[in-house]
């Protein structure tokens, strides 16, 4: 199973650059893809941003082009740098991790494990 430590989270206005960490450890010989997602209050938890142990990688629309995310070649830490910042980027972010052992992935096969989350919150 793998652990990881969320990082990073931070109170900035806009335009500022963030960087968010997920230290992973652990064993990850079933780790399919890690990513970030947010949540607001009243809304569910959204993908932020996703990558598979493949080095794909997934934007929401809404941070495409502003956010980055990456991994190093250990998948011992993930990172989510977040640039031209919006207040709208305000919400608590959890790292993911989709858990699959089997063969063939297919969407919902996999398991969900979740951190604890971390605060960013962007001021006009």
């Known amino acids: 199973q793998v652990y990881f430590v969320e990082s990073g989270g931070d109170l900035g206005q806009v335009g500022v650059t963030l960087s968010l960490s997920c230290s992973m450890s652990?064993?990850?010989?079933?780790?399919?893809?890690t990513g970030w997602y947010r949540q607001t209050p009243g809304h569910e938890r959204a993908l932020v941003a996703q990558?598979?142990?493949?080095?794909?990688?997934k934007y929401a629309d809404s941070v495409a082009g502003r956010f980055t995310i990456s991994s190093d070649s250990g998948m011992n830490t993930l990172t989510l740098q977040m640039t031209a910042l919006k207040p709208e980027d305000t919400a608590v972010y959890f790292c993911?991790?989709?858990?699959?052992?089997?063969?063939?992935?297919?969407?919902?096969?996999?398991?969900?494990?979740w951190g604890k989350g971390t605060m960013v919150t962007v001021s006009s």
């Open positions: 990558i598979s142990r493949h080095g794909v990688t």
């Open positions: 652990g064993g990850k010989h079933c780790l399919y893809s």
């Open positions: 993911n991790v989709i858990w699959f052992c089997g063969v063939v992935y297919s969407p919902g096969s996999g398991e969900d494990i």
